[in-house]
T-cell receptor, first 111, second 114 residues
Framework: SQQGEEDPQALSIQEGENATMNCSYK?????LQWYRQNSGRGLVHLIL?????REKHSGRLRVTLDTSKKSSSLLITASRAADTASYFC???????????FGAGTTVTVRA | NAGVTQTPKFRVLKTGQSMTLLCAQD?????MYWYRQDPGMGLRLIHY???????AKGEVPDGYNVSRLKKQNFLLGLESAAPSQTSVYFC?????????????FGDGTRLSIL
């Protein structure tokens, strides 16, 4: 079963706008990761945030984590056409070797 | 530095045929994973390995077998292909498990079973 659930399933925005997507999970985690997948390609790691962290930044990406609400958000600022992709959250837990992925959010950035 | 390489990239099989998907990584990672990706389902873990000579079942292992004879290679086998195994298969590797380090993915194998 999927540990993470992304919301919304799909998002369409104008170039230059910000895009926000959310991830909710069910059980306690050690860390949470966000990945991007361009059409026809494999997943590419974006950011890893640990359970004792609340916010992380990487370039135009900002990730927040609220362990009390069991949720995370990914914000892409000043979006570009190249940001068109699917975005996945994945959770890691101490009693599990693997990551659990959500079904993803598909982001389309219109020129 | 190639990262994670999957072969083949595409394959069409008939029901009942067998095949092996190959994954190779050049990052000296201990952990390797096989996922399948179906529309609306995200990634589901088939099998994984925590080191050379080890394998373990993931969420959807039925109908698949794996082997990790060398640290850099992780093979996924379909003994008798079924249409339900039509999917995109991704291999990934990581330095450690439990999500403590990023996973590095190959570009996938698109498999159709007729």
């Amino acid at each position: 079963s999927q540990q993470g659930e992304e919301d919304p399933q799909a998002l369409s925005i104008q170039e230059g706008e910000n895009a926000t997507m959310n991830c909710s999970y069910k059980t306690s985690i050690n860390n949470l990761q966000w990945y991007r997948q361009n059409s026809g390609r494999g997943l590419v790691h974006l950011i890893l945030i640990r359970s004792n962290e609340r916010e992380k930044h990487s370039g135009r990406l900002r990730v927040t984590l609220d362990t009390s609400k069991k949720s995370s958000s990914l914000l892409i600022t000043a979006s570009r056409a190249a940001d068109t992709a699917s975005y996945f959250c994945a959770t890691g837990r101490s009693n599990d070797y693997k990551l659990s992925f959500g079904a993803g959010t598909t982001v389309t950035v219109r020129a | 530095n190639a990262g994670v390489t999957q072969t083949p990239k595409f394959r069409v099989l008939k029901t009942g045929q067998s095949m092996t998907l190959l994954c190779a990584q050049d990052m000296n990672h201990e952990y390797m994973y096989w996922y399948r990706q179906d529309p609306g389902m995200g990634l589901r873990l088939i099998h994984y390995s925590v080191g050379e000579g080890t394998t373990a079942k993931g969420e959807v292992p039925d109908g698949y077998n794996v082997s990790r004879l060398k640290k850099q290679n992780f093979l996924l086998g379909l003994e008798s292909a079924a249409p339900s195994q039509t999917s995109v298969y991704f291999c990934a590797s990581s330095y450690s498990g439990q999500g403590r380090q990023p996973q590095h993915f190959g570009d996938g194998t698109r498999l159709s079973i007729l």
